[in-house]
């Protein structure tokens, strides 16, 4: 928490120039293109004893395949590299694309993580990632908010400038962030604040409401994603 309110100043300074924040209040979606075919596994076969005559029946035949469609939402947390779309009121997509770790000189470890917003709604969407994203869960399950910060950023050797945005219709910005956490520690789960315009009642006072959760391992049913709507912007919902 220590290390979001080093950005608070920040984020005054720039909601004083820029307005509020866009907030986010529908839930985010990931959805597969194709289809997933679960072929049921097979049943073990019964082998029949030697020297003894009687015949051993075997298994049932199997069910055929099933075709099931396969989409995650929150509670679920989604996989680095997903394709996650909102729509409601703010059109966008949203992708973790890389997340590492670096071990300073200083004796302190940094997470590092990059974060693609493509802005997909005809009217501009301004955002704060240095804010509203933040490492939420350790590897091992400790929980947290490990939020980034310019010093970090330094530590690991990043020029970074924090700030927030506008992007404007189908315009698409990559953000790397990095933040502090517990030496030799690694990230398990990253969080996207999608609303930060609402907190959470009672404490802790996380910034925002409405959750985007990545996990860090890929997507192991489905490495495809559903593509952007014709001409880049999806319709109202």
Same mark, same amino acid.
């Given at each position: &928490?220590?290390?979001?309110?080093?950005?608070?100043?920040?984020?005054?300074?720039?909601?004083?120039?820029? /307005?509020?924040?866009?907030?986010?209040? /529908?839930?985010?979606?990931?959805?597969?293109?194709?289809?997933?075919?679960?072929?049921?596994?097979?049943?073990?076969?019964?082998?029949?004893?030697? /020297? #003894?005559?009687?015949?051993?029946?075997?298994?049932?035949?199997? =069910?055929?395949?099933?075709?099931?469609? #396969?989409?995650?939402?929150?509670?679920?947390?989604? #996989?680095?590299?997903?394709?996650?779309?909102?729509?409601?009121?703010?059109?966008?997509?949203?992708?973790?694309?890389?997340?590492?770790?670096?071990?300073?000189?200083?004796?302190?470890?940094?997470?590092?993580?990059?974060? *693609?917003?493509?802005?997909?709604?005809?009217?501009? #969407?301004?955002?704060?990632?240095?804010?509203?994203?933040?490492?939420?869960?350790?590897? /091992?399950?400790?929980?947290?908010?490990?939020?980034?910060?310019?010093?970090?950023?330094?530590?690991?050797?990043?020029?970074?400038?924090? *700030?927030?945005?506008?992007?404007?219709?189908?315009?698409?910005?990559?953000?790397?962030?990095?933040?502090?956490?517990?030496?030799?520690?690694?990230?398990?789960?990253?969080?996207? &604040?999608?609303?930060?315009?609402?907190?959470?009642?009672?404490?802790?006072?996380? =910034?925002?409401?409405?959750?985007?959760?990545?996990? &860090?391992?890929?997507?192991?049913?489905?490495?495809?994603?559903?593509?952007?709507?014709?001409?880049?912007?999806?319709?109202?919902?």
């Amino acid at each position: &928490m220590k290390k979001l309110l080093l950005l608070a100043p920040l984020l005054l300074a720039v909601l004083a120039c820029t /307005g509020t924040l866009t907030g986010i209040t /529908g839930a985010p979606v990931y959805i597969c293109p194709t289809p997933i075919v679960l072929t049921p596994t097979p049943l073990p076969t019964f082998v029949p004893i030697p /020297g #003894y005559p009687t015949l051993v029946p075997f298994p049932t035949a199997l =069910p055929p395949p099933t075709v099931t469609p #396969y989409a995650l939402r929150p509670p679920a947390a989604f #996989y680095r590299g997903d394709a996650v779309f909102t729509r409601s009121p703010q059109a966008a997509r949203f992708r973790l694309v890389n997340v590492s770790v670096v071990n300073t000189p200083a004796g302190r470890t940094v997470a590092i993580w990059e974060l *693609e917003i493509k802005n997909l709604s005809g009217s501009g #969407y301004d955002v704060f990632p240095a804010y509203q994203s933040y490492v939420s869960q350790l590897v /091992g399950g400790s929980t947290g908010v490990w939020g980034a910060s310019t010093n970090a950023a330094a530590d690991a050797g990043l020029t970074a400038t924090y *700030e927030a945005i506008s992007l404007a219709p189908n315009e698409t910005r990559s953000f790397t962030l990095a933040g502090f956490i517990p030496y030799g520690a690694a990230p398990d789960r990253i969080t996207f &604040m999608l609303d930060p315009t609402t907190r959470p009642t009672p404490p802790p006072r996380l =910034p925002g409401s409405n959750a985007l959760v990545w996990r &860090m391992d890929t997507n192991p049913y489905c490495s495809a994603a559903i593509a952007d709507p014709p001409g880049g912007v999806l319709p109202p919902p």
